[in-house]
Each structure stands twice: as structure tokens, then as C-alpha cells.
């Protein structure tokens, strides 16, 4: 009753003021600034100190998506004195239903008297997963003049969703703030939070098995010259090399690959297969990357190159080998540490498939019979007769996006078979014929997918070892629990995997929000699309020719206005971070921190290619840019994720054709290995000459050695200072009661800047003074003091400050030494830190002395070992010309020519954040990491023996007995002890 006096009495007076001193405009200019006692409850709402944050606690706590069973408190700032009312308009999308919810001016909140007051409400979201949307209703309606009514909307749903909003005079549901509202027992899996994420377009990354290639003429989708191999077209390409030329299937340059039947697209074949992918699993290649996840674009049978066209659901493509092969990649990948996604095509199948059959090629069992073109109509086929088992799977006659040519048509009279008139549209994903689509409601439909056990596809190939599926345009077979909450495919998709792997991955494609699967039932994570746009806007500095507006604005095929994506437009620092948090809002922790945070893939053009034309078409430049997406990519939320071949640079331009730059099949170029026959693409002098693979090795290195940038909290806009163009984020993590803290500060200017950052003493950094943060990135060390730090930001780079007691230690390496006319220092590579976690080494150290007290050191190194650019491992730093290096997927063997049997050896690893790890020595006459020492024991004539004895290595230990001819020949008998 007091607070309503003191109100009441505060309006009176406002109420007197008002009459003897009439305004001579009904409302103020809007760049006023509120002054004490001048806005008024007089039917005009001062808009300019109306405010509405929702990444503030002030406006709305908590923030960011909640549990169900949350109230949240809405908080609306508005002139002192200035309305009548408030009241906060809630949609829930998942009842479809809207609720009026009054505020109240929050009296006990209100601690400035002069200037602004504050309105609130609380609102209960719920017992059920949803999404709200809601927006202010605000009155000024004194009773004496005529009301006046306002809103506060949401200012850019789309692009800017969250934070401030803005006034409107009319009513505008399609401007509304988001509230998640999300599952509490919601969770994915840990692995995909923690992990680095490579995708493989199968026909373009490798060719392990050339007996399996696909042959040039074989039928496609009814095209008169068949397919072609290897952009073989016109006499292009004679010798038949992988690695040539994509031609052109527009037309535009040469090789162009254009006949009367059009352009080849889908039926132009390179040969790579599952072979490839385990042989450079087994060489270590992605290993040495550190990727922890392999993305397969889908890999089942069917007549395309990319696959996504599926004719059999079960059957690995005999293009990319068997179910024997498919098995041994699962295994390879686990023992290497990897986990498999595979895609899943369940929206639409092939129109050439065992269910459709347009073109009447498979019996009634399913059985491939006309392999070399059209068969004859058996009515087994969905599209061949009405009466068809598979008739019911597809929507024939369609429903409003038929095939869009005159030929896509099924039959419906099986009486005038052969031969009759095939009449019936059928419902075909954005019109193309190729891709009838499927009844996602069907019980035969669901039976197929993921209903009936593992004799459906969701449910068997996670038994054979698939670790998660990516749904290929998902929000086409169910759009999302609140958009049809009747449409359970997800659901039940989600629980069939997971009753066979309750760890399996559920991956959506969808290039806008997604928070509608996003609640805790259907799926765990999306293709980042939303993170894609915005670091391209934040790496942009300028364009001009064609896609591009204002030197500001870039479009191609994908991004653009009229997209999800939106055009690529440049950032400020300001920006950049609205657009990060709108994505952090409306995500669920959870699923959020296992976002696929791509920068490509086979659906957009190259990351190099773009970065290119919104760097004023500088190569060069695009080639930095790269390196510094991934400074953020690998340091931010969400797995980071490699498009094959972008870690060297693998580019080609995509195409203007007269009104948008577009990217397909440009993106798809095959991986330039350097065993391969041909030169079309390289790891090139400009890619080469940055160091852009050491640093994607490093960065993954450093994003492995420490576990906040894995799976920590983020907290975003730690230093933000648009004059500048900086940039910088923190993560935290609790680890066994402690807080980990990584400070991440990014400069796009081209000037070194200097910004100090406080409060780091207090949560949620809890840095205390003293301190000491390694720069990971650049070297050198930081220390707090006073609660602040100060950086100076190189130009166009970062800093990424870890904390230098928490970084993880590498493993030490476990070795081998023996003697031949030498000595040969083997060991394997290491992929663990000293505590057991995935860790990626950078670089392995060599000591050597005649002291068996030395101290390993600059000097005493004689040979540091690094990754090998396609594979294996090279000699990187060598003191002695004469020393060779060896990898063989297992074992890395240095072939030292000076060593002698009174030497002693060392070895140390070191990570990409720096830290290394370096065995101790002992008096033996050979030494290798304390493992195994190398010892005379006898002589004989012309022969010394030694004996060689390991407690760690292979397994239970290894004792060797060798026999040194002084002449150096040897000969070595091992047994297992």
C-alpha cells in the first residue's frame, strides 16, 4: 500500500508540472535525453528511454534458453513517470497459443528517482519443452487525452535475435524475443563437445581401391553419353589423373564438360572410396590433425557422385567398396581414436532406386537387373504401378512441388503395361525428378528408417559401428517439435539409435534456427551455419566486382539476402559479438557447446575462395584470414570443423554466372595427395609459405591441451572495442573444484593495439594476482596483478592466454633403440597427456650425449621429428645430413649415422601450446626414455653382443639380444618375454 502512495503521489505532482508547463510537441525529438520531471503520464511515450537487453541479468534472469519449470523475470525500462501501464504479450509456439501477462512498476528496484522507471513481470515457462516469444505492449493512458499505445520489439530476428530491441507503433508479433525453453534431462555426447570434426566428400578425398572406380559410360538418370570419369570429356584428361581439373558443367571455362543432355554434375566420378580414408587413418593423417570425428557425406548406394540421391539404404555403394570395408574403417577409426558420422538421406530417395524405379532397372527383390539402362516395367516399383508395395512411401500424384520436367511422371494404369503412358506427377524435393520424396508419416517409411529394430537403417548401421548421423535437410522430414508437435519422427529416430548406442550423435542440417529440434528429444546439434555467417562477416574487409554491394556486402548462391545465411556483411567488433550471443541464447548449453562450427562444406564454396572476394580479392590475405578463423573456431564453443582439404589451402574459384557466384561442383575438387598422378590443385607456395597446415595442427594441439576450450563455459565480450576492431571472449571450467580459465583477444586492425582487461580476480575468472597465462599462440607469459592484465593484440592476429599450470603434458614417448651399422631410435607417437586425455603432439625431440648425465637441451638435440604434410612423418631439423626418418603408421624410426654404442640418448614432445615433456637419462651404455637400455655383455672374435631390455614397450616388454659385427653387420633375435 506505501509503494502505491508514493506512486500515486509522484503521478499527481508529474500531473501538475504537466499543466503549468504544456509541451509544445506531443513527443519529444528522439535523440532526447530524458531530464527529471519532463516525461509525463500525458498520452506520449518517450520512446528513446524505453530499453528491453535480454543478454542483461538487469532486463531478464536468467538469460540465455532455460529448463522447463523456470520462472523468468522480464524487466522493461521506460521514462520516469512516463506510462500507465505495461504488459508483456507471450507466444508459446508448441500450443499456439498467446497469453497477456500485466507488469508492475518494480518499485524496489527503482533506485533513480529523476530519470527512468522500471516495470516487471514474472513469467512461468512451463512444464513442456518449447519456445516463447513475446514482445512489450506499453500504454500511456491517463484517462484525460487520448491513449497512446506502443511496442517493444525484437529490432532483427533474424540476424540480431536477442539483446536490445526497438520501439514500434504497431503491433508486430514477427519482431518477438526468444525464450528456449528446453528438456532438463537433455544431454549429447561428450565426445562431439570435445571434438575437432573433418568432413570427407568420399568420390573427391582418395582412391585406395582403383578396381572399384566407376567406368566411364554407365548409366545416369537417362543421359544419352552416360557418366564420366575424372572430368574425362572431349579428350580432357588422356591419362585418366585424379588429381585434374573439375570441368565445367556450365560451361565457362575450360575444361568444360557440357553435351546435349547438359552439364555433368552428379555423374562425373573421381573413384575415391572408404580404402582411401582407412589407408590415411592408418598413416595417421587425421591423427596428426587432430581430429577426434570423421563427417562422411553418405556413403550407400546410389547412381550420383555425392550420393544423396540413396537407391539402397543397406548397401554400401560398390563405388566406395563394401560392408567389409565399411566395418574396418569403424575399427580403424576407434583404435585411432575416431569417432564416424554417418550422413542420412531421409527425406527423399533416388527416382533410379529399388523403391521408386522410374527407370524400371531393379525386380522385385531389389536386385540391380539392368545395369546398363532402362529394364522393363515388372510393377514392382513405387513409380511403376499403383499397386506397388513402395506406392504408399511417396506422395504420387504430389502436392504442390512436382518434378519439374514433362518426363518425371509414374504410371497408373498397370492394365496398358508395356508400354503406356506414364501420366502421374510425384512430389520431388525442390523439383528435381531425381528426388522423389518420401512419406516421413508412413509406417513403412518409419519401418525402413528407424522403427523396426536393426533391420532399419537409423538403428543397423550404428550397430556396425557408426558413432552419429547428420540428417540431410532435416527440417524437411520433421520440422521441429514446435512446429508440429504431432510428428514424432525424431523422437523416435532418437530413441531407435540410442537403444543400440545410447552415445550416438543426432546431427541436423539446418542452416537458420534451430532451436525447434533443439529442446532435448530430436536432435543434439546443427551445422553451425549461423557461426559460419558471422565469422565471415567478422574476417571481411572489403569487396568490389560482382556479388558485391557498397564494398560492404557480398553475395554468392548461398549467402545472400534472401537466404538463412543471409549476405555476407562486414562486422564491427559490436556486431560480431550480438551475433555470437544471439546464437548463445537461443541454443541450450548443451547443445550449443557441440554446435558444428563449419567454415565449408560440400553445400557452399571454398572458405579460401570466399575469404578471397571479401578481402578485395587478395589471396594472400584470404590465406591469413583462414589462419585466424581457426584462431576462433578452435578456441570458441563447438566443434571446430575441417572441410577436406581446407587445412591445405584446397581451393577453386567458384563461378559467376551473370547473377550470383555459384559453388557446385567447384567445392568439390579432389584432394591433391602428393602419391596421386596429376597437378590440378597442391598444397601451394602461397598456402605453404604462411605455415597454414602447422597451423591448424597447432591450433588443434592447443585446443586438445586444455580442457576449457574443449567443453567450457563461454563468456563473451571480454574485451570489445570498435575503434580498435578487438575482440575477445574468455572460457571457464570447473576441474575438481578449480576454475580454468582461457583468455581469447582477437585484432582485425591493421596496428598492434594494447587493451587492459579487469575483474579477472572475481567469478567467473578467479585468476588471482600472481597469476601466470602463456600465450599459447605467440610464446610468452602474463602474469595478474591488481585483479587486471594488460596485451598488447598483434595486428590481424590473436592472443590465446591459457593458464601455465593447467595446460596439458604430453605423454613421453615409449622407444626402442638398435644397433645396425648404427643406430635406430624408434618409438611410437604419442596421443595421450600425462593424465591419459587425447592430446596432439607437434613436435618429438632427439637428445644425444657421450655424458650419461646430460641434460637435454638445444644443444644436445640432434633431431626434431613433425607431422608429414599428406601423411607419416618427415624429418623437420636435422644436424647430421646423413639422418633419415621413417613412419610406417605404427612406429617412427630415426636412422642416427654417427651413433655410437657409448652415446646416449633422450626424448622429449611437445605440444602446440609449447609444453614439452622430456625423459631422464641413466648411466647405460645405450639409452632411449628410460625404457630400454642397450648394454654389452659379451665379445666374442669379431662380434659384441648386447642385450636389450624393455618393461614397457609392446606389451608385456621386449628382450632383444644382438649380435654387432665390427665390421657394423648385424643380425637381431627377438623374443616376447
Known amino acids: 500500500m506505501t509503494q502505491w502512495l508514493s506512486r500515486t503521489m509522484r503521478l ?138 506502443d511496442f517493444y520489439v525484437d529490432d532483427d530476428p533474424k540476424f ?65 553419353n552416360g557418366a564420366i570419369v575424372r572430368s574425362q570429356f572431349n579428350g580432357a584428361n588422356p591419362s585418366g589423373d585424379w588429381n585434374f581439373t573439375v ?47 570423421l563427417y562422411l557425406n553418405p556413403i550407400f548406394r546410389s547412381p550420383s557422385n555425392h550420393k544423396y540421391d540413396t537407391a539402397d539404404y543397406m548397401t554400401i555403394d560398390p563405388d566406395f567398396g563394401t560392408l567389409a570395408d565399411f566395418q574396418e574403417l569403424v575399427q580403424t577409426a576407434e583404435a585411432h581414436g575416431i569417432k564416424i558420422i554417418l550422413d542420412g538421406v531421409f527425406n527423399h530417395t533416388s527416382s533410379d532406386s529399388k523403391y521408386f524405379d522410374r527407370y524400371s532397372r531393379y525386380d522385385a527383390s531389389g536386385n540391380l537387373t539392368s545395369p546398363n539402362g532402362p529394364g522393363t516395367d515388372d510393377n514392382s516399383g513405387a513409380c511403376e504401378s499403383p499397386s506397388s508395395p513402395y506406392r504408399g512411401w511417396y506422395y504420387i500424384p504430389d502436392i504442390g512441388t512436382p518434378g519439374n520436367q514433362p518426363s518425371d511422371r509414374c504410371d497408373t494404369d498397370d492394365t496398358d503395361d508395356p508400354g503406356g503412358a506414364w501420366t502421374a506427377t510425384y512430389e520431388a524435393w525442390y523439383g528435381y525428378g531425381s528426388l522423389p520424396k518420401l512419406r516421413a508419416n508412413s509406417t513403412d517409411v518409419r519401418a525402413l528408417i528407424w522403427s523396426n529394430g536393426t533391420n532399419s537403417v537409423g538403428p543397423y548401421w550404428v550397430s556396425q559401428g557408426a558413432d552419429g548421423w547428420r540428417f540431410d535437410v532435416g527440417g524437411d522430414v520433421d520440422p521441429g517439435v514446435t512446429n508440429d508437435p504431432t510428428n514424432d519422427y525424431w523422437e523416435g529416430f532418437r530413441a531407435a539409435v540410442r537403444a543400440i548406442n545410447s552415445d550416438t550423435l543426432l546431427l541436423g542440417e539446418e542452416w537458420g534456427d534451430a532451436s525447434a529440434w533443439l529442446l532435448g528429444n530430436e536432435w543434439d546439434s546443427v551445422m553451425n551455419y549461423r557461426f559460419r555467417s558471422a565469422l565471415l562477416g567478422w574476417l571481411m574487409t572489403g569487396c568490389s566486382g560482382n556479388g558485391c554491394t557498397n564494398g560492404t556486402q557480398f553475395e554468392d548462391n548461398d549467402s545472400n539476402i534472401a537466404s538463412s545465411s543471409g549476405a555476407i556483411t562486414q562486422l564491427s567488433p559490436s556486431q560480431f559479438n550480438a551475433r555470437l550471443l544471439s546464437i548463445w541464447e537461443d541454443y541450450p548449453p548443451m547443445a550449443f557447446k557441440a554446435m558444428m562450427n563449419l567454415e565449408g562444406s560440400h553445400d557452399t564454396n571454398r572458405i579460401r575462395f570466399l575469404l578471397k572476394k571479401i578481402n578485395n580479392d587478395d589471396d594472400a590475405t584470404a590465406v591469413q584470414r583462414m589462419k585466424e578463423w581457426w584462431i576462433f573456431s ?36 579432389p584432394f591433391p595427395w602428393d602419391d596421386a598422378s596429376g597437378s590440378s590443385y597442391a598444397y601451394d607456395t602461397t598456402a605453404q609459405n604462411a ?43 570447473s576441474v575438481n573444484g578449480q576454475t580454468q580459465t582461457a583468455l581469447i583477444i582477437l585484432n582485425r586492425d591493421n596496428a598492434t593495439h594494447t587493451t587492459t582487461i579487469t575483474g579477472l580476480d572475481n567469478a567467473p575468472y578467479n585468476l588471482a594476482d ?10 610468452g607469459t602474463y602474469t595478474v596483478s591488481g585483479g587486471s592484465l594488460t596485451v598488447d593484440v598483434p595486428s590481424n592476429w590473436g592472443r590465446v592466454l591459457l593458464e601455465q ?40 625431440h632427439i637428445y644425444r650425449s657421450n655424458s650419461a648425465s646430460f641434460t637435454p637441451g638445444p644443444s644436445t638435440r640432434i633431431a626434431t621429428v613433425v607431422p608429414d604434410t599428406f601423411g607419416g612423418y618427415r624429418l623437420a631439423y636435422k644436424a647430421n645430413p646423413a639422418m633419415t626418418v621413417t613412419f610406417d603408421g605404427t612406429e617412427i624410426t630415426v636412422y642416427d649415422p654417427d651413433g655410437t654404442s657409448s652415446d646416449y640418448y633422450a626424448l622429449g614432445v611437445e605440444n602446440g601450446a609449447g609444453v614439452q615433456n622430456t625423459s631422464s637419462t641413466s648411466p647405460t651404455a645405450i639409452l632411449l626414455d628410460g625404457n630400454m637400455s642397450v648394454t654389452q655383455i659379451a665379445t666374442r672374435g669379431t662380434r659384441t653382443f648386447w642385450i636389450a631390455i624393455s618393461t614397457t614397450f609392446m606389451l608385456g616388454g621386449v628382450m632383444s639380444i644382438r649380435a654387432r659385427h665390427r665390421s657394423a653387420r648385424a643380425s637381431i633375435h627377438r623374443k616376447r618375454l
Not at 117 to 134: E, H
Open 634 to 669: 578452435f578456441t570458441y564453443p563447438g566443434a571446430p570443423t575441417l572441410y577436406y582439404g581446407d587445412e591445405i589451402g584446397l581451393t577453386h574459384d567458384g563461378v559467376w554466372t551473370g547473377s550470383k557466384w555459384e559453388d557446385d561442383p567447384y567445392n568439390r575438387v
Open 770 to 779: 600472481g597469476t601466470v597465462l602463456v600465450d599459447a599462440l605467440n610464446g
Open 160 to 224: 540480431y535475435g536477442g539483446g536490445y530491441g526497438q520501439m514500434s507503433d504497431a503491433y508486430d508479433d514477427t519482431r518477438s524475443f526468444q525464450i528456449t525453453v528446453y528438456d532438463p534431462t537433455f544431454t549429447v555426447p561428450s565426445w562431439m563437445q570435445r571434438g575437432v570434426v573433418y568432413q570427407i566428400f568420399p568420390d573427391r578425398f582418395r582412391d585406395g581401391d582403383p578396381t572399384n572406380n566407376p567406368q566411364a559410360g554407365r548409366f545416369s538418370y537417362g543421359r544419352s
Open 12 to 149: 499527481l505532482v508529474l500531473l501538475v508540472v504537466l499543466v503549468l508547463n504544456l509541451p509544445t510537441t506531443l513527443r519529444p525529438p528522439r535523440t532526447t535525453t530524458a531530464a527529471p520531471l519532463t516525461a509525463a503520464a500525458d498520452c506520449n511515450i518517450w520512446w528513446n528511454e524505453v530499453l528491453h537487453d535480454t543478454f542483461d541479468t538487469t532486463y531478464r534472469n536468467p538469460i540465455g534458453a532455460v529448463t522447463t519449470g523456470t520462472t523468468v523475470k522480464l524487466r522493461l525500462r521506460v521514462a520516469q513517470g512516463d506510462i500507465t501501464g505495461a504488459r508483456v504479450r507471450v507466444w508459446d509456439d508448441r500450443t499456439n497459443t498467446e497469453t497477456y501477462y500485466d507488469m508492475a512498476w518494480d518499485g524496489t528496484y527503482d533506485t533513480d528517482p529523476t530519470t527512468y522507471d522500471w516495470w516487471y513481470v514474472d513469467i512461468p515457462v512451463g512444464s513442456t519443452p518449447t519456445i516463447l516469444y513475446y514482445f512489450f505492449e506499453i500504454n500511456d493512458a491517463p484517462g484525460w487525452c487520448t491513449a497512446d499505445q
Open 247 to 293: 570441368c565445367d558443367p556450365r560451361g565457362t571455362y575450360s575444361p568444360s564438360c557440357v553435351d546435349a543432355d547438359g552439364g555433368y554434375y552428379g555423374d562425373n566420378f573421381y573413384g575415391g572410396d572408404l580404402r582411401g580414408i582407412i589407408q590415411k587413418i592408418e598413416d595417421g593423417y587425421f591423427t596428426n590433425l587432430g581430429i577426434t570425428v
Open 805 to 844: 599450470n593447467e595446460i596439458d603434458t604430453p605423454q613421453l614417448p615409449v622407444g626402442r633403440t638398435e644397433l645396425t651399422n648404427s643406430v635406430n631410435i624408434i618409438f611410437r607417437p604419442v596421443f595421450t597427456d600425462t593424465t591419459g586425455g587425447y592430446e596432439l603432439v607437434t613436435a618429438y
Open 691 to 733: 605455415g597454414l597446415l602447422d597451423h591448424a595442427r597447432k591450433m588443434a594441439s592447443i585446443r586438445h591441451s586444455y580442457r576449457a576450450l574443449q567443453d567450457g563455459d563461454v563468456h563473451h565480450a571480454l574485451v570489445l572495442n570498435d575503434a580498435n576492431k578487438l575482440y575477445g571472449f574468455a572460457r571457464t571450467i
